[in-house]
């Protein structure tokens, strides 16, 4: 009687090791244009949430120093304590901005996340994506116009 052989051919490893490889090689990229998404709407949110204090210290005539408005530098910008994300114009227009470095993902490195304010008190957010050279508009969040 014949012995019976148990596991797989060479050419059957082989083709699971192409499938595999194929997968992969769709499944990265999509992965880190993700991971950058999130890291862009994270330093979106983080930094909307500076309107509100700069609102109230708009109206009762406070300085707009980081202090002031509760700033603390996420890990995903180059910001500091040291250096204000916020500009205001005597007739009330101005901006927050911040830029991405830090712990962000290469290719987003350079670029500015900023919320501009109108006279009237509407607020904008605008990406600058000049200083990165593999900037998709997938990245940026729907509300935000791309420079």
Not at 5 to 21: D, H, P, R
Not at 83 to 96: E, F, K, R, W, Y
Not at 118 to 126: E, M, P, Q
Request: aromatic share 8%; with cysteine.
């Amino acid at each position: 009687m014949p012995e019976k052989q148990y596991g797989f051919t060479l050419i059957e490893l082989t083709i699971v090791v192409a499938i595999i490889g194929v997968l992969a090689a769709f499944a990265v990229p999509a992965y880190n244009g993700y991971v950058m998404k999130s890291q862009v709407n994270r330093v979106v949110g983080e930094l909307s949430g500076y309107k509100a204090p700069v609102e109230e210290r708009l109206a009762s005539g406070g300085s707009l120093t980081n202090q002031d408005i509760g700033y603390s530098p996420s890990g995903l910008t180059t910001g500091s304590s040291a250096v204000d994300i916020t500009v205001m114009n005597a007739d009330g227009s101005g901006h927050l901005e911040v830029t991405l470095g830090g712990n962000v993902h290469g290719s987003l490195f350079g670029v500015i996340v900023r919320f501009e304010r109108a006279v009237g008190g509407t607020w904008r957010c605008v990406i600058d994506k000049s200083a990165a050279a593999r900037w998709s508009d997938f990245y940026a969040p729907a509300d935000c116009n791309v420079l």
